[in-house]
């Protein structure tokens, strides 16, 4: 098992515990609670994958996925009154999360000769679209169009590992940079409450 | 005609019927009507398709099903007001639909040599991802989020046709089993208003 | 460069810009009204190729489209306070957008192959589907739903296409009176405000 399937692994095991609490406080029932979690885990990758075309989707080809979203649920449903206390924590995991998931949306798309734009586009849609669509289905408003910095975090970095790829920057330090880019721009954006301007 | 090919039928055309109904109470005009039940009808089978990547889509390939939606339309629409209070009959219609499409699913995923794991996931998602979608485009919370027991009783009907199978059990006596359960599940628990426990 | 290229950039630019404008009174920042143009520019066609199977999606295969979304987004953003007065300008391209991406939908459909009925659908799903996936995402009700003859006119314009081509008429007349007839059902239709029956 090499660093990526694992990473990709622990993104998805992560994905699905802050899918899991993101409905909490709405009284919705344990299956609920886990279909929620499944589908924060799933949806972005699944999306991705729809879009190109390229199947079988991560979780239908390969069966870890779905016991490592399981193993999320589970966490959350044992631990839950310790794991909502960790938010703070789990904040932390979800910035790693759609870090990773960017950035393996990226190489991902190109892999299967798509253009850059393609890959950018797709990179942040592996990180986000998840959440997205857990909360369109929770009739939240989609965390993309609340305040904060968080969609544009993940294109700024899909954009800065394409270019430092063009330029033939190695693999592992272009990895480094451009995941750091997205973590360091969410942590800054929630410390100092920054966001983008308006249209208005 | 097999019976299998008849029940889709008659299932497609009560869940057309069910859509068509369920935004009556909205002022939504004839268009939007025939819309929701064409997206109830269709929705769980095309989404199982389209994750699994199995093309044509069931309603593409065999037009049969697009005159079954549009009879269910028609019916709503001409014997509305003897329809709307046939809302006993509508449930347990709608309680079959769900009990054959949840088997339909699980054994569509598996002739297409998919794991169990996933099998059971598109038995549920067969069956009431048409309503989750119609109620996530009407703004209602989805069915699925609801305090009574529903998606869980097609999960759990999927797992018991997928273990009686694994040990050889005869088809029809499984489909037998496992639909006959997920029936009694979702009568049991809307008689006594049964739910899951909550995380809080 | 040929007509019906053109066209469909040009439809495209134009639905980039009345997605991004559509949240202008949410107090979205800037990269939410740009996810909102490209949602609604591409959410159509994307959902007609992916019911159908054909891979790539335009806009996948051809990066022009992704230039043609950025600049309507861009234009929205440099010329807000100019663009947000034109309403009814772009009132009449969206019409305009509509009539020709129903046409569209409805002869690629034909030329993979799939049957009327289902090209009757496509065409619709073509013109609308943005819109409704836009309206989803950002709590509204999807503008299907709305009192105003909206996808009904698609669908019309559809049937009235495929029946005109069944019967031999030539293609570009076919085009011609197809078009005309969605852009003047919906003129009619929002200029004395008719709408469908409702069920009730």
Redesign the interface.
Known sequence: MDLQYALELIGTFVFSISG?LA???????????G?TGFITAIGGG?LRD????A???VW?GN?DF?YAILAGILV??VF?RFVSKLRKTLFLFDTLGIAFFTVLGVEKTLSLG??V??AA?MGMFSAVMGG?IRD????E??I??R?E?Y??AC?AGAIVYLIANHFGLERDINLLISISLIISIRLVAVKYKL??????
Chains 1, 2, 3 share one sequence.
Request: charged share 10%.
């Open positions: 899991a409905i909490q406080d709405k009284g919705h029932d344990l299956f609920g609670a279909f699944s729809i879009l190109l075309g199947h079988p989707l239908i069966v779905l959350t449903f839950f798509f253009s734009e393609v586009i997205v369109t289905l929770t009739n408003i989609p993309l169009f305040k910095i969609a544009s294109l966001s983008l301007p308006t249209l208005g």
